[in-house]
């Protein structure tokens, strides 16, 4: 409820900290394919749930060129050196309902989506209470929140602490800095080889971390 001293509601999107640089710079969370399919709209995934969602985990291919779902958030943690989530509010007139992307959806595609939502379910999530989507970029004058969780503050049963991540800082203005001159990938992706190596950034901010966890990728 609304009113006079009363919290906002906060829907979160759940990424890892390979995003850090890409997010900044951009200063939008764009719309993806994700779960949609050729043909349909591409959305923003967000969840009024404060723990990460398990649909966001990643995969990573292994020497045999096998796929592999990160079975945990610590694991994820340790392999792109954190986790981000972005936070806005949940009444935020970009965010639809998820029962606005599942109509959208082709006929022949309705099948996929159930199976996707009973996947969602048997990991532990809530979609029809939580999800929402945005069919828009969602822009950083919308973010309520900018909060990284990195390797040491997660455990084995999740984020111990989430750090709030100050963008108008000096700390950002150096990781853009140092970033400014990097290149992209032919395959259009930020790789390890094009950012700038975090153990040569300034250590200006005031977390208790060092840049090392900064890393734009883990090979």
Not at 10 to 38: C, E, F, N
Not at 90 to 97: G, Y
Not at 197 to 215: F, G, I, M, W
Request: proline share 7%.
């Amino acid at each position: 409820m609304k009113g006079f001293g009363s919290a906002t509601e906060v829907s979160w999107h759940y990424t890892d900290a390979r995003q850090l640089l890409p997010l900044i710079k951009s200063k939008a969370l764009k719309p993806t394919m994700g779960y949609s399919h050729r043909g349909e709209r591409p959305v923003v995934w967000f969840t009024r749930a404060d723990t990460y969602e398990p649909m966001a985990y990643p995969a990573w291919l292994d020497e045999n060129g096998i796929r592999h779902v990160m079975a945990s958030e610590k694991e994820i943690a340790t392999r792109a050196n954190g986790l981000l989530r972005i936070g806005v509010a949940a009444d935020d007139p970009c965010l639809r309902p998820l029962s606005q992307w599942t109509n959208s959806r082709r006929p022949e595609n309705q099948n996929l989506a159930e199976e996707m939502l009973n996947v969602a379910k048997e990991l532990g999530s809530n979609p029809v209470a939580n999800w929402q989507v945005s069919f828009k970029p969602v822009t950083q004058k919308r973010w309520l929140h900018f909060q990284i969780a990195f390797p040491e503050n997660v455990g084995e049963a999740g984020v111990l602490t989430w750090s709030e991540w100050d963008l108008r800082a000096q700390y950002t203005k150096d990781l853009l800095k140092m970033g400014s001159d990097s290149l992209i990938c032919d395959e259009g992706i930020s790789c390890e080889c094009c950012e700038p190596d975090a153990r040569l950034l300034p250590e200006s901010h005031p977390l208790p971390v060092s840049y090392t966890h900064l890393r734009a990728h883990e090979t």
